[in-house]
């Protein structure tokens, strides 16, 4: 699984961005997907992710109510749109893909796959 970031730049407090990922390869074994965050000195910290099959969502608590998460199944991408930006969501933003396999014995592993990242900048 390949997954490819866009959509980062610079935007004032306030403002709106959409950030888009889009997936290529082994696509039909991705079972979850998410946006995750890396701040400078900060660990990488989830944002949000959305299923494959039902499409649930969960949110970090930071964003609720600001970010939504979706996905085109039909073109392969995931979306995260962000409003009301504060300063305090600048970070280089992954798309993440995640696909779990099922081995004999209940053995049961998940691959995780990243993007480069995409920086997203909010000034005050």
């Known amino acids: 699984v390949q997954l490819v970031e866009s959509g980062g730049g610079l935007v004032q407090a306030g403002g709106s961005l959409r950030l888009s990922c889009a997936a290529s390869?082994?696509?039909?074994?991705?079972?979850?997907m998410g946006w995750y965050r890396q701040a400078p000195g900060k660990q990488r910290e989830l944002v949000a992710s959305?299923?494959?099959?039902?499409?649930?969502?969960d949110y970090a608590d930071s964003v609720k109510g600001r970010f939504t998460i979706s996905r085109d199944n039909a073109k392969n991408m995931m979306y995260l749109h962000m409003n009301s930006l504060k300063p305090e969501d600048t970070a280089v933003y992954y798309c993440?893909?995640?696909?779990?396999?099922?081995?004999?014995?209940?053995?049961?592993?998940?691959?995780?796959?990243w993007g480069r990242g995409t920086q997203v900048t909010v000034s005050s």
């Open positions: 390869g082994s696509t039909f074994t991705i079972d979850l």
């Open positions: 959305i299923t494959s099959g039902d499409g649930s969502t």
């Open positions: 993440n893909a995640r696909s779990r396999r099922y081995y004999p014995d209940y053995d049961v592993r998940d691959y995780d796959y």
